[in-house]
Each structure stands twice: as structure tokens, then as C-alpha cells.
């Protein structure tokens, strides 16, 4: 575009409003002082979409809604012809959640919209705020499944017959209940580019002092159940030497883990979960169930993680005397974004004088499916204490309008 | 007593109706094929109690109850003047128990009087089968309360008034109800010596094929409650150095508690139950609580265990970034038994060329109480696997027949 045109869009901005807007898409689905609910596909959610929708007609966008309940709002760039740019996350929440994740996607993506139009800038391409449906995995199983129907991941079909974990309603019923069932084929709106800005969910950026995360993919998963048998004997009489005590081997597992997380440096593991039967206070645990969650951005140390964490079990088996089954229950690998819009966004921060870093995204995002067909980019802003899925969720107002700023630098940029 | 009198008694012995007693006071409580449930006070231990005092005055005991139910069968000795010589043990359980736990002790000791009665010898003291109420403390805490109260630790009152956990009945109520709330004294019988003989329900004396274990003692009991608390963070957006892993703390605290145990050799360490918060694959643990056992046969070391993990629970705070708060629910210091009295079973089972060794008994039992009145002394006989408080609890008839054999030599040597 011009640069005099780049000039005028970037003066219209109106950060306020983006705040405003934050806070009062916040208010719904509000149960207490504390903390919002908008499980995908109920009320909540509903009243959440219908207020974006008002916001996006305001700007006399187009909105359309697909058949899995995708919600765009467009604005017409001067030539048809070309795919559109699109920026968006989602506004369907967890229970109890704060009021950026997602919405500060979306909002901003509007924000951006809105500046052109006060601008009374038509860009060169269409461009697109979108709001992916079900992307907390809440409600519906499989998280972030608006967006993967969307790159094809995932047969619509088969996603309008699954059924919500909570009252067991099916989802393209609900689509149809809360007004949201449209008609657009998924994927029909095909963007060249993705962009997302979220806040971080970690506490890297905050922890360095950096105001904007400049994302180069999400890191592989890799979930595992392991199942440790031992006999149950007397906590007093059984020497140390004739104990099959499945607690100590997974002490031994959970230590393990953090060594290897340790020892590969990117990768970082978890266990989360765990259980000991008799689970008594004098009883050694005849059986110990826990969970191993590993993540690396990179396939092959990822890989690499996985075969260490096996050989740790075969090695607990043979030091607790105990049995050792495992079951890899996920696996999912790093998804890699776009070198160059990284490069780009990169010296955009730069050139705002904004403090930034290149990072890995820990969590999952509706960028990692819009990955599949599109270039891809996401943007990070702190998130105070690494918190999020929370009430307590929290970046400062300063870091916020930083981040939606950068994003409209880097969709002017692109056009 | 004579020597002559001694072989009489000796060839009297009748190992074949100890194992028909067992074998048939086993059947009481039997719910299922496996295991039975003589719980303290209930009906079946009423029939069980039945069924003890049915054979001991078939012997022509005498048959004392006292007030707390303890029952005890008495051949008069020659002289009323000297204090008695008691063997006994209990015959309550657990649920779905096996049937030597107790039983065992209980109906040895009544095969040595009977040995006595066959022989027509009067012996020159009084002998005294015992069975103490409610040893295993499933129904009625605290447990071992029988011999505790007999031993002047617990007054009587707060232990009529102990109410059942299972259905809130009153112990005295209970004993009235099953009729053995008895009208002599707790303590009135008060013998020089105690002898129990028990299943060692744990795995020493099978792995090292030994027949019989001389208890020198029974360990000191530290029983320590761990409240772990982190932050709850993404397991995948939060770096290993950032994190506040309660859950890692937990593994270090179940490793470091293993080496407590094995650097001080005699002691065990078990750490039998755990949970996390919030217990989710992909979120790390904010919180974790856990318990921790430490048995040492020397009150000494027990307390350096202690100290041990009190220095590590304050370095895992330190190291995993976590806050640690820990409650010591329990310290029983150790009990020792008569080294006399080991010393001389332990030529006895040498006479007999029983393979033995001295041991701790790392479990609870009657003769600890016992010990705060009475000499006492302890005999083990081999547990298969070390199981016991299982219908699995199983001793071979030729150990059982061994250890019954040594307790009457004990008795005559001790006489």
C-alpha cells in the first residue's frame, strides 16, 4: 500500500475502544466477581458471538458464519481476486476464565478492521476477523476443532455428531439452537495469510522483562500413561531390599522426567497426574498411576524425549522391582510457522522500538490448524505470572494496545 | 520344673488339634470362599470368643473376662503366690483376613496348656492363655487396646466410651452386647512373663529360609504428613527453571526418603499415599500431599531419620521452588523386649535345630503393650510372601507346628 495511506490507517487506531471492547465481551458469561464462562455453543456463548457480530456490522462488515460455526466479519479489499488476510483466535472460554484468551485475537483483529474503515482506507485485499469455533475443547472434543475443520483435518460430519462432555447435546443441534449453523462450506473463506495475536499463557516474556512474543510454531505433544505394579506389603516389616514399592518407582519416574526435560533443554515434562492404591499410610503401594506430558518444537528431539522416557521405565521396572506398562495416549507433532513472517514481524518490533524475543508456543492455537493452509504468524503479548485459564489472568493495558499495534504494522506490511 | 515332667508335657504336645482349632476358628466370620472378618466387638467376634472359651473349658480353665473383654483361660499352678506366666495374642481382624493373625498365638498358647492338662502335670505357676480386645483397631481406635489398657496406658473409661468407626456404637454398649463385658480388673491378672507366638507378616524369615524369628523388639513409629505447594502452570508454556512443580517436589521428597532408609540401613521409609492438585495431564501441580512412614528398631536412629527428612523436605523446597509444610502425626518410640528371654529362645530353637535369626518386629502387636508390665518375648514363625491382613496370609503346618513346639519349650524352660 501507500505509504501515506499506511500513515492515515495507523492514526485511526483507536486503542480505547479495543480496551472497552475487552472488557465488555468480558462481561459475558459472567458468573461472580470473578472469572467468565462460555463453554462452546450455549447461551454464553451466544450472547458472546451476537456481540461481536453487532461490533463487526457496526463497521459494516460482512459477516458470515460456516457450517461449523466458524464467525467472520469482512471487509472487501479493492481486488476479489486475491485471497484475503486473516486474523482472528476464538471466544469460546474455559470455566472461570479471564478475558484475553481469544478474545484479544478477535478484538484486535476488529480493531484492525476498524482502523481502515476510519480511515476510509479500502485495503488492496479483503481482510478478515475471525472467531473459530470451540477452540478450549471444553464442551466438544477435539479442542480447537473449529479451525481444523476449517484446514481439513477433520470431516465436518463427524464434527457436527460429536456430543458435549457436560449434557451430552449434540453439536451441530446446538449450532442450530444458538442461531450459528450457517451455510458457508468450511474452508470456502481461504486466507493467504493467519495472523493471531494471544496472550503468552507462560511466564517467559514477563520473567525477561519482553513486551512481544514473536512465535515460530507450537511444540509437539506427547502424552503417556504409565501403570506401575508392585505388591503391597507392610510399611514396618518389609525391608527396603524385598519391597516391590510402586510409590518409590514413581518417584523414580517423576524425577526421571525432569532430567530429561533437563537434559534436552527445549523439552520440558510434566507429570500431572497420579494415584497409589492401597493408598494407605502404612501400606507400600502395591500400584501407582501417573501421567507424563512432554513437549518439545522440535520433531525429532521430541522423538528423542519419547525414547528416553521409555528407557527410564525400563529402567525404574528393573531398580523398584516393580511391573511397568505404559500407553502413549497422544502424539501430536510440532507445527513449524513461517520463517518469513517471523523475519518480518520481527523488524517491525524492532522498528517500534517494542523489547521482543523469538519463542516456541507451549500451548495449542486455531494458528497451528490455519497452519496447514495458509502462511501463519502469532504474536504474543505477557501474560502477568504466566497465568491463564484463570481469573487471574492479566496483561497490562500498555502491552496490549503494543501487541495490537505490531499486528496492524504487520498486516499493513503484507498487503 | 522336673526334667521328667518336662518330657511328659513335651510328649503330650497335639499338633495336629492346633491346626484343627485354627482351621475351625477360621471358619468364624467366613464371608466367601477367601478370607473372613472378625471385626472387634461384632457378632462373628462374639462367636469367635464363643468358640476360644468353649475349648478352654473343655480343659477345665478357669475363664476370666475383664472389663475392657480381654479373655484369658488359667491352669492354676502349684503356688498362687507367684505371678502367673501369660502367652496369648488376639483374635479379632481385619476385614477379609487370614486366619494365623492372631488366632495363632491365641490357640497355641491354649495347646500348651492342654499339653499340660494331658500330661496331668500341675504346673508350679499359673498358666494363662490370653485373647485382648480389639487388637487390629479397624473398628475402635486406638489399636492394640486390650493389652494397652491391661497395661495401664489408656484409661479404662475413655476406652469404654471409644466409639466404632464403622457404625458409632459405644465399646462398652458393644461388650455388654456380645456379653463380654467381664467384672475383673484390666491389669488384676498380671503375669511376670508374656509370650506371644505370631506370623511374621512380613517376607525376612521366607526369603532367608529361616523357621523361626526371636523378636528383640518392636520399631519406633514416625508417621509425618507433607503439604506441598506450587503453581499451577501450563505444562506446556512454562520452562523447567520458571516452574513451582509440587508434583516434582513430591518425586524428590519419594526418591529422598528411599535414600534416608538405605543410608541408615535399619531404617525403612514408605511413602504410601499421594495426590495432586489439580491433577491434570497438562497442567502442572500446584499443590501435593503426601505421607511418610520411617520405622527404625532404634529410638536413636528413628529421630535421625526424622531429622534427615526434615533437612530434606527443606531443600526440595528450595529446590523445586515449592512451599513445604509437614505435620508429624505419630512418633512411637521403639520397644525392647528381654534380651533374657531372646537369648534363651534362641538356645531352645538351637536344641531343636530350628534354623532362626533375631529380628524386629516392624509391625504392632499386643506384646509391646505387654512389655510395659511383663517381660515379654516374641516368637515369628514364616509368613509365605510376606502377606498377611489377606486371605492370602498363609504359613506352612510344619513352621506353625515348629513355633508352637519352641513356645512350650520356652514355657517349661521359663516355669
Not at 479471564?98 to 481482510?127: C, E, I, K, M
Not at 497451528?368 to 487471574?392: E, L
Request: charged share 25%.
Amino acid at each position: 500500500m501507500h505509504e501515506n495511506m499506511n500513515v492515515a490507517v495507523c492514526a485511526a487506531f483507536e486503542p480505547e475502544l479495543l480496551l472497552e471492547q475487552l472488557r465488555l465481551l468480558g462481561t459475558v458469561g459472567k458468573e461472580s466477581t470473578a472469572g467468565r464462562t462460555r463453554l462452546a455453543l450455549t447461551d454464553a456463548d451466544r450472547e458472546g458471538r451476537d456481540t461481536v457480530v453487532g461490533w463487526m456490522r457496526e463497521l459494516g462488515l460482512a459477516v458470515h458464519v460456516d457450517r461449523i460455526g466458524n464467525l467472520f466479519g469482512v471487509l472487501d479489499g479493492s481486488s476479489s481476486e486475491e485471497a484475503p488476510l486473516m486474523m482472528g483466535s476464538h471466544i469460546d472460554t474455559v470455566r472461570m476464565a479471564g478475558h484475553l484468551d481469544g478474545a484479544y485475537g478477535v478484538l484486535a483483529a476488529l480493531a484492525v478492521l476498524r482502523a481502515f474503515r476510519r480511515a476510509g482506507v479500502t485495503p488492496p485485499r479483503s481482510l478478515v476477523a475471525g472467531a473459530f469455533t470451540n477452540e478450549e475443547g471444553v464442551r466438544f472434543q477435539p479442542d480447537m476443532l473449529g479451525s481444523l475443520v476449517t484446514a481439513g483435518g477433520f470431516p465436518l460430519d463427524l464434527a457436527l455428531n460429536r456430543l458435549a462432555m457436560d449434557d451430552g447435546a449434540r453439536l451441530g443441534d446446538e449450532l442450530k439452537r444458538i442461531g450459528y449453523a450457517g451455510e458457508m462450506e468450511p474452508g470456502a473463506l481461504r486466507p493467504r495469510e493467519y495472523f493471531e495475536l494471544h496472550v503468552e499463557q507462560g511466564p517467559v516474556l514477563e520473567d525477561e522483562g519482553r513486551q512481544i512474543g514473536i512465535v515460530e510454531g507450537v511444540q509437539g505433544i506427547s502424552w503417556t500413561r504409565v501403570v506401575l505394579s508392585g505388591a503391597a506389603n507392610h510399611a514396618g516389616t518389609t525391608p527396603t531390599r524385598l519391597r516391590k514399592d510402586a510409590g518409590y518407582a514413581a518417584g523414580l519416574i517423576i524425577t526421571g522426567v525432569r532430567s530429561i526435560a533437563e537434559a534436552l533443554e527445549t523439552t520440558v515434562g510434566t507429570v500431572g497426574s497420579i494415584g497409589f492404591e492401597p493408598g494407605l499410610i502404612n501400606v507400600i503401594p502395591s500400584g501407582a498411576e501417573l501421567t507424563v506430558d512432554l513437549r518439545d518444537p522440535d520433531e525429532g528431539r521430541l522423538l528423542e524425549a519419547e525414547r528416553r522416557l521409555d528407557e527410564l521405565l525400563h529402567e525404574v521396572s528393573i531398580r523398584a522391582h516393580v511391573d511397568v506398562r505404559s500407553e502413549r495416549l497422544v502424539h501430536f507433532a510440532p507445527v513449524p510457522f513461517s520463517q518469513e513472517l517471523v523475519a518480518m514481524i520481527e523488524r517491525l518490533a524492532e522498528e517500534r522500538g517494542l523489547s521482543h524475543r523469538r519463542m516456541i508456543s507451549g500451548a495449542g492455537h486455531d494458528a497451528q490448524m490455519m497452519a496447514r493452509i495458509a502462511g501463519v504468524a502469532m504474536i504474543f503479548v505477557p501474560s502477568a505470572g504466566g497465568v491463564s485459564h484463570s481469573p487471574d489472568e492479566r496483561t497490562s493495558d500498555e502491552d496490549l494496545i503494543a501487541g495490537a499495534r505490531l499486528l496492524l504494522d504487520a498486516v499493513l506490511q503484507r498487503l
